[in-house]
């Protein structure tokens, strides 16, 4: 009477099996069952409405903008004449150049202001002692969720030429062709200042209170424990609030729609590149919309964001990547 093979026995005769191939088809129909059973296909079942819903609405919008770019109105292919035209014609090339500057200038103020602000707050919070954190975490958070139409009337008004503002030397800071840029990135921070906050909290109270225990042992106080110890350790989600910032920054609309309308006023002071594709895509007044022209706007914000990207993985997140804990 033969014995059943034992468990043992079965996987070495498998593992021999997968070790010699003699290109068998015992052996091929075995691996390729084997490697089917280590697809994950319960997930996959959950990620694919995500990825349809994504690859619809963001992956072929983003493909054909570049597709277009490529092509005059008429539907010729030009190859990147569009983009000679938009960095070289002075027609498009003043407000194109103009609107990346405010761009820069709009960052500047998010990364510069709002992040310290955020990192600011965010540590006053994970102060031990200090009655009602959840209350202040929800009211500084409060107007992220607030729609955009209501933050610009809102601001609008409080910055309206009927109040005369003694820090800001205008009646009408929306209205100055020197402080509307500032005044509306201020505004921007003012709405957005609680999401880095929120990111750096979770961060901070995420650090082992044994390290900071053992710098005060040692004799550190806070600004030395802040420098040495809890700044090297949020260093990474610094840079993904500062990448995140810029993204968002660089695709920047509708604030600046809202309040200053898409001629981005004073004199296209607080034009930024999103007003600006607004206008060259579906034209504004007496300004004709052009496809081709508005798809090349489109794509060189794209290309500038992805160049963006590429300097943070391959710049900042490669060189604080040892400071992950």
Do not use: C
């Amino acid at each position: 009477m033969t014995l059943p093979e034992t468990t043992i026995e079965r996987d070495l005769s498998m593992e021999s099996d997968r070790l010699d191939p003699s290109g068998s088809a015992a052996y091929g129909r075995r691996t390729f069952r084997q490697r089917m059973r280590r697809i994950p296909w319960h997930v996959a079942v959950f990620i694919l409405p995500a990825f349809v819903v994504y690859t619809t609405f963001m992956v072929y919008p983003l493909l054909d903008s570049l597709r277009l770019s490529l092509f005059d109105d008429a539907g010729k292919f030009v190859g990147l004449d569009n983009f000679h035209t938009l960095f070289f014609d002075e027609t498009f090339s003043k407000p194109f150049w103009g609107a990346l500057e405010h761009n820069v200038v709009f960052f500047a103020f998010h990364s510069l202001v709002q992040n310290p602000i955020a990192l600011l707050l965010a540590l006053l919070l994970t102060v031990q002692g200090v009655r009602g954190q959840n209350v202040y975490r929800t009211l500084i958070f409060v107007p992220t969720v607030l729609s955009v139409v209501i933050i610009g009337f809102i601001w609008s008004r409080i910055l309206s030429p009927l109040w005369d503002l003694p820090l800001v030397h205008t009646s009408a800071p929306l209205g100055s062709e020197t402080w509307s840029l500032p005044s509306l990135s201020l505004i921007s921070v003012w709405q957005w200042v609680g999401i880095p906050m929120i990111f750096f909290y979770a961060v901070l109270i995420a650090i082992p209170h044994d390290v900071i225990e053992a710098a005060r042992i040692d004799g550190a106080g806070s600004w030395r424990i802040f420098r040495s110890v809890t700044l090297p350790l949020i260093l990474p989600m610094l840079g993904i609030i500062t990448i995140v910032t810029f993204i968002a920054n660089f695709n920047a609309f509708d604030l600046i729609y809202t309040v200053q309308g898409a001629l981005a006023g004073p004199n296209f002071h607080t034009d930024i590149l999103g007003t600006y594709f607004y206008r060259t895509f579906f034209g504004f007044q007496l300004q004709p919309g052009s496809d081709a022209m508005g798809a090349t706007v489109a794509s060189a914000m794209f290309l500038i964001i992805l160049l963006g990207v590429l300097v943070y993985m391959f710049g900042w997140a490669r060189r604080v990547r040892t400071y992950e804990f």
